[in-house]
Nanobody, 125 residues
Framework: QVQLVESGGGSAQAGGSLRLSCVVS????????MAWFRQAPGKEREGIAA???????TYSDSVKGRFTISKDTDKNILYLQMDSLKPEDAAMYYC???????????????????WGQGTQVTVSS
């Protein structure tokens, strides 16, 4: 079983930066596709960044150019670097892992089977 634990959330001012981490632990042979999702109160969960085989990445339009997903396979950590934060980026952020390599494309929660508990991000204007 693979476990995911996020950290790095907190408060930031608009225009600032935060880096989220997701520690991947447990028995696994391949990383498989991993992604970051977020959910704000009263809104649906939104897939915002994913990393696939050969480190191919995809981003939602809402974060493209501001957020960067990456992974350190030696430390087993998935990262989300968030720059130029906006008040609308405030949400609970989740990392998730698929059970296979996915094609680069839209980031859909149904494709991901393992989830972390989330880390809260607040952004003040």
């Amino acid at each position: 079983q693979v476990q995911l634990v996020e950290s790095g959330g907190g408060s930031a001012q608009a225009g600032g930066s935060l880096r989220l981490s997701c520690v991947v632990s447990g028995e696994f042979r391949y990383w498989y596709s991993m992604a970051w999702f977020r959910q704000a109160p009263g809104k649906e969960r939104e897939g915002i960044a994913a990393i696939h085989q050969f480190r191919a990445t995809t981003y939602s339009d809402s974060v493209k150019g501001r957020f960067t997903i990456s992974k350190d396979t030696d430390k087993n950590i998935l990262y989300l670097q968030m720059d130029s934060l906006k008040p609308e980026d405030a949400a609970m952020y989740y990392c998730a892992r698929a059970s296979r390599w996915l094609r680069v494309g839209s980031i859909e929660a149904i494709d991901y089977s393992t989830w972390g508990q989330g880390t809260q991000v607040t952004v003040s204007s």
